[in-house]
């Protein structure tokens, strides 16, 4: 490829096809490549000299010359349903559009986690994470506290990546955009994404939050290269100091954000049940060589709370602001 630029071939030889799929394609501009659209084998042989990273072909063309062409990746648009070949990926054609579209772009994002470098950090923005494997330890109310703390002083974001995540019951405002929204516009020019961040936004208080994803399913299918790139794009912005991550297992790629971070929380419980849990976790960090995620890591055990406020806005005040004011002493 010449220099960045990111290529995906388009081959069929039904012309009809072949031109449909390419309007509808680049009517989202915010694709991470471009597309060249072949309905001749040996024009595209001739023409497609270095190695794209995206080879999408229909069964019916594909051939011994297309399948010399090293791409990183080849689809093929399968209109048998029989899979015939082996080292490449097989995508239904006759499906809808969009649907052809999310499953060229889950590939692609495969491949670029082959690829994709760590968070370059800036050393600008600070990553807080807040994770348990314990459930009902009031780890929401804990990180919603602590950026609702941090934003009195600060520029503070809040991402909550829970499957259930509940916000949008005590905030029934915010059901409009959400993070699988913002997730759309990551492979567009950085202005676009900024402005979508900014016109997706909500605010807390003083915090900023991104509304979570009203179905926990979506969430399970975001992969952990595209959770990176989000807190990498958010860091690239430059306008926050602080971001505080609500994480849940219910993502892909948990550890590496957790490594992201320059401290996590861990709420954990005192019975036998949630001691086996957060024993269990630490042996899987430990087995996967993330041993630097449980050397920052706080593990603490909340005191009865006797109440929260009815309101989240007034989360910074009460036992639980008097807590996470000591567990911020350090880091801010």
């Known amino acids: 490829m010449k220099g960045e630029e990111r290529i995906m071939v388009l081959c069929d030889t039904e012309d009809e096809y072949a031109q449909l799929m390419t309007e509808f394609l680049r009517k989202n501009r915010d694709l991470p490549w471009k597309i060249h659209t072949y309905t001749n084998i040996q024009e595209l042989v001739k ?77 600008n923005i600070t990553f807080i994470g807040n994770y348990s494997p314990v459930r009902r330890a009031m780890q929401t109310s804990f990180a919603l506290t602590m950026g609702q703390i941090l934003a009195k002083e600060h520029s503070t974001l809040y991402l909550n990546f829970e499957h259930y995540a509940g916000i949008g019951e005590l905030r029934p405002d915010i059901q409009s955009s959400d993070m699988a929204d913002l997730l759309y516009f990551l492979h567009g020019d950085r202005e676009k994404f900024r402005l979508r961040l900014q016109s997706i936004c909500k605010r807390m208080g003083n915090l900023d939050y991104i509304p979570p994803m009203k179905s926990g399913q979506n969430l399970l299918t975001i992969t952990e290269v595209e959770w990176l790139e989000l807190l990498q794009r958010i860091e690239d912005m430059g306008e926050y100091e602080y971001v505080i991550l609500d994480l849940s297992e219910s993502m892909q790629g948990l550890f590496e954000i957790l490594r992201a971070c320059k401290v996590v929380f861990t709420i954990t419980k005192e019975d036998r049940i949630a001691r086996s849990k957060l024993l269990q976790y630490e042996q899987m960090l430990s087995l996967y060589e993330y041993e630097d995620v449980l050397a920052k890591t706080r593990r603490l055990k909340l005191p009865h709370i006797q109440r929260l406020p009815e309101e989240l806005e007034q989360l910074t005040r009460g036992d639980l602001a008097a807590l996470v004011n000591d567990m911020l002493n350090g880091i801010v």
């Open 47 to 123: 023409e497609e000299k270095n190695s794209p990273e995206l080879l999408v072909v229909s069964e019916s063309a594909y051939c011994e010359e297309l399948q010399k062409i090293e791409a990183l990746q080849t689809v093929v648009l399968s209109e048998s349903g029989v899979m015939r070949w082996e080292n490449v990926l097989y995508v239904d054609k006759y499906q809808q559009a969009e649907e052809v579209l999310k499953e060229l772009i889950r590939v692609y994002m495969e491949i670029a986690d082959t690829r994709l470098p760590k968070l370059k950090r800036s050393g």
